[in-house]
């Protein structure tokens, strides 16, 4: 290992075993099947042949969807569970806080806990007094200290277990999801301990969490997992673009972000069906039915004949299920033109720079009329979703009641004026 590394993953791989052995089987299953139980049990596999560095100083995180082997992983660094094949070095002390109140004695009292996590992580006494003023004011439950664990509430385990872990001193910080225990303004407050940590004190921090507006505003490098396997190590904002490519959209006909119009409901109506078919590009690239905040979107609208109809009007709605017409996009607004002679299928191009809508799940309608009469109409033409990010560069993370739209804005605080 290099002497400038202070994680080496090299060849990891973590099996388990599946099912029960022979002999815990019951009678009638035997019966049934006298030979099957007895056979070896299927294996599965939780990490297959990961490897990766991780320099001192570095925040890196950790992604992918539930089972892709996140916490498995982070359980072997923490040397909770050893690997089944390969090896990992870590160099210093190593602080993890992979589940409520990991390594809290539910009999003993809080400041007790705080000395045997100490303790684990081979501090002194004079060490912890030193950090213990800290400690317990990050953690906000200087009333409970004398009180035993068991009778916190989960958050009140959580705010007390990472402040251990961030205030004595691990030269390697391995936090899992727990922090969504947390209310908010207490998971901000742990970020901003967890930058603080990285580059002040220039200690390590691996961070494990679905909430991709923290992980982009903390890790400026993310490792994304799949099935147990590293798919992706790279940039962060590329990696969670990845990640969040990786999910098809369940409303969505065919490929993800590829929308049949052809086929689209159109009964009780006599329109012609000139609508062909609705592509969503992000940041003009593979079609995706998730689309983050800010991020770019082009939309391709293949119609047949279009031309064939004079004075049309085409208009494009985007709604919500509280709001029909949140963007409205016209014809009458901006004259759609084209470069080409004109073919028996065309297709409109829509670019949106910077997609303004904050996260949830959203519709397009679509109409053609011609001299006032509708030619084609598809309700629910597409549906899409979009998902948090970091647009303002703050760590905040949208939620409801924030609003449906978001816009660049800036402000700044001013001396008030002095009327005489």
């Not at 019966?31 to 490897?51: C, I, M, Q, S």
């Not at 969807?65 to 072997?76: D, F, Q």
């Not at 872990?165 to 727990?178: F, K, M, N, S, Y």
Request: proline share 4%.
């Amino acid at each position: 290992m290099s002497s400038d590394t202070a994680i080496t993953v090299s060849h990891l791989s973590k099996y388990f075993a599946l099912g029960r052995t022979g002999r815990s089987r019951s009678f009638a299953a035997i019966a049934r099947h006298p030979v099957k139980g007895w056979t070896r049990r299927e294996r599965f596999v939780a990490l297959d042949d990961l490897n990766f560095d991780v320099e001192p100083g570095e925040v890196v995180g950790v992604i992918g969807r539930n089972g892709a082997g996140k916490s498995t992983l982070l359980k072997i660094l923490s040397r909770i569970t050893f690997p089944s094949e390969g090896y990992v070095e870590l160099v210093g002390r190593v602080g993890s806080l992979l589940e409520v109140g990991t390594g809290f004695h539910p009999e003993l009292t809080g400041i007790e806990n705080v000395y045997l996590n100490g303790a684990i992580l081979g501090m002194t006494n004079r060490e912890i007094d030193r950090r213990l003023d800290e400690i317990v004011a990050f953690a906000g439950v200087d009333k409970f200290l004398e009180t035993p664990v068991k009778r916190y509430s989960s958050g009140m385990r959580v705010r007390l277990a990472f402040s251990v872990a961030a205030h004595l001193e691990p030269e390697i910080l391995i936090i899992d999801e727990v922090l969504s225990v947390g209310d908010a303004g207490f998971q901000a407050k742990c970020i901003d301990k967890m930058r603080e940590i990285a580059s002040e004190d220039g200690r390590t921090v691996l961070f494990v969490s679905h909430n991709l507006v923290s992980v982009e505003h903390l890790c400026p490098r993310a490792l994304f997992l799949v099935d147990g396997q590293l798919v992706t190590d790279g940039p962060t904002p590329e990696v969670v673009a990845q990640y969040l490519r990786s999910f098809p959209h369940v409303d969505s006909a065919g490929a993800d972000g590829v929308f049949d119009l052809a086929s689209a409901d159109r009964s009780g109506s006599q329109y012609e069906g000139v609508f062909r078919r609705l592509v969503f590009r992000p940041e003009r690239g593979e079609p995706s039915a998730t689309i983050r905040m800010g991020e770019s979107l082009r939309i391709e609208i293949e119609i047949e004949g279009l031309r064939e109809y004079t004075s049309s009007l085409l208009s494009i709605t985007f709604g919500s299920e509280s709001t029909q017409n949140l963007i409205h996009i016209s014809d009458r607004m901006k004259r759609l033109e084209g470069a080409h002679e004109p073919c028996d299928r065309e297709t409109v191009v829509i670019d949106i720079p910077s997609l303004p809508l904050t996260p949830g799940e959203y519709h397009i309608d679509l109409l053609l009329k011609a001299s006032d009469q509708h030619v084609d109409a598809v309700r629910r033409a597409a549906v899409f979703s979009v998902v948090a990010a970091d647009v303002y560069g703050s760590g905040f993370r949208y939620g409801a009641g924030d609003g449906s739209i978001v816009i660049p804005w800036d402000w700044e605080l001013r001396p008030a004026s002095v009327e005489t």
